[in-house]
């Protein structure tokens, strides 16, 4: 039997999504949890593997277990026990071909970037840039960006068979804080970061807009500039 697992967390608090050896880590305190609860080994699969600092409002991962659960049981087990720094929102059981990577068709980023003075209380949560930038560049640069491309330059993955996305751009600002909004079917590794740090180095006159499709031709990471912060990122939404 297959269920599904819908959860949040602050990922300043540990070394990315994915276990890593000798670190905490959210995938690492899932399944340490569940496996207590549950009394055998069990594994999880995400929908997104999310880099440290980075925080969900709305991960999922799924897991398989040969007995029916009592979900509501076990979800109030699991907040009871998991780290306070993950929040079990939902479980469900899925069929058993759910896929809680596989079967997304969307998924949604929010970048935070504060435009106005340090906010040392938010500084683990959103990127405190503390400059302005214009919505006339703002709108230019999402213009540009937008769209199918190549994000080969946009990456540190290596040897993928496809660097080609389709993603939306949007945004507000609010109180002095900017919210990018990023959608697409699927992103590549720091590739929301890389174009964060790429509008961040055309505000500070190290880069221009006009560079930017020369980026997109020359395939190569080094073209693109300065990776952005993983502080101010959160996966907001999981379509499926």
Do not use: W
Not at 43 to 62: K, W
Not at 102 to 126: A, F, T
């Amino acid at each position: 039997m297959r269920y599904l697992i819908n959860l949040s967390y602050d990922g300043s608090k540990f070394y990315g999504y994915q276990v890593q050896k000798n670190q905490i880590t959210i995938e690492g305190e899932i399944e340490k949890t569940l496996s207590k609860i549950l009394n055998e080994n069990i594994n999880t699969i995400a929908s997104s593997r999310t880099d440290r600092l980075v925080h969900a409002n709305n991960q999922y991962c799924h897991f398989d277990y040969d007995k029916n659960l009592d979900l509501n049981k076990i979800k109030n087990s699991l907040n009871h026990l998991i780290n306070d720094s993950i929040y079990i929102k939902d479980i469900i059981k899925v069929d058993d071909n759910f896929h809680a990577r596989y079967n997304v068709k969307k998924k949604e980023y929010i970048y935070k970037i504060n435009l106005g003075i340090y906010n040392p209380i938010q500084k683990d949560y959103v990127y405190q840039y503390n400059k302005k930038i214009s919505k006339t560049l703002i709108n230019q640069f999402i213009k540009i960006v937008s769209g199918k491309h190549n994000f080969k330059s946009f990456t540190s993955d290596k040897n993928k068979n496809d660097y080609e996305r389709d993603i939306k751009i949007d945004y507000k600002i609010k109180d002095d804080i900017l919210y990018l909004r990023f959608t697409s079917t699927g992103f590549l590794r720091y590739m929301i970061r890389n174009i964060v740090g790429l509008l961040l180095d055309i505000n500070d006159g190290k880069k221009n807009l006009s560079d930017i499709e020369k980026i997109f031709e020359s395939k190569d990471r080094c073209s693109c500039g300065r990776c952005a912060s993983g502080v101010g990122l959160y996966l907001n939404k999981v379509i499926y």
